[in-house]
């Protein structure tokens, strides 16, 4: 029996007008691999707003920061360098693996930013050293079947985890040889476990619910994965802190 396709808008359910921009004309449908130059620009706003939040909340160099011990702006390339790669390999590839997996089912499929969203992250990164991130999300637009979607959220959570598990056993074997570059894999490391973790979570519009409308046992295993590798990389990162 042929499964009944449904139409949908996102695999997110996430509609606000704000930042739903489509490209002028026809919305044809996107082949893998293709970006629109409002996509292009979008993902620079990005990664660009969120590397500055992250960069200051990681280096102390917040209001809050400054009350407690003053600035220290020479710590700034140092994080700002690290919350360029998490952030590429982390929330870049993520979105990217949402984005290749509805184009791979013959979807429009791009990404679009919430500028309210960067905004907050970019007011918490200069005031705490804590950066909630709602960056945006990829749109698509398309007839998709239950298990189209179930591929297509769960896309982006498995390449979190497969970067997390790979990237572990390297920095274990750097982190002692060279402790900067142990620091850069480390953030690696935990930022994709915890975006595996946070995203499988069974709340809207997180993509662990539409995982588990698909697939329970699936939702299950990769949470229950990811939840094992975010532990024992959190582990590692407070053993070595002692060490």
């Known amino acids: 029996m042929v499964e009944e396709r449904k139409t949908y808008t996102s695999f997110r359910d996430i509609p606000p007008r704000d930042y739903m ?11 893998p691999g293709h970006f629109s130059t409002i996509e292009v620009s979008h993902l620079l706003i990005s990664i660009i707003v969120l590397t500055v939040a992250f960069s200051f909340a990681l280096t102390g ?32 590839v993520h979105e990217l693996s949402h984005k290749w997996m509805a184009q791979r089912y013959g979807l429009w499929s791009e990404f679009r930013m919430y500028p309210k969203g960067l905004a907050l992250a970019l007011l918490m990164g200069f005031t705490l050293p804590l950066v909630f991130a709602a960056p945006g999300a990829v749109m698509f637009r398309g007839e998709a079947r239950v298990f189209e979607q179930g591929h297509t959220a769960t896309a982006g ?11 572990f056993p390297l920095y274990l074997f750097v982190v002692f040889e060279d402790p900067f570059l142990g620091q850069l894999v480390g953030f690696i490391c935990f930022i994709n476990a915890l975006l595996a973790v946070f995203n499988l979570l069974p709340f809207e519009p997180l993509d662990g619910v539409t995982v588990i409308q698909w697939n329970a046992v699936i939702w299950t295993t990769l949470f229950i994965v ?4 975010f532990v024992l990389i959190l582990r590692s990162f407070t053993l070595n802190m002692f060490l």
């Open 61 to 92: 160099n917040t209001l809050l920061g400054a009350l407690l011990h003053g600035f220290d702006f020479e710590a700034l390339p140092s994080g700002m360098m690290m919350s360029f790669l998490g952030l590429i390999s982390g929330f870049f």
């Open 157 to 167: 959570p498995l390449a979190n985890i497969l970067l997390a598990a790979l990237c």
């Open 226 to 229: 990811s939840v094992v590798l």
């Open 21 to 31: 921009y489509f490209p002028k004309g026809s919305l044809e449908m996107g082949k």
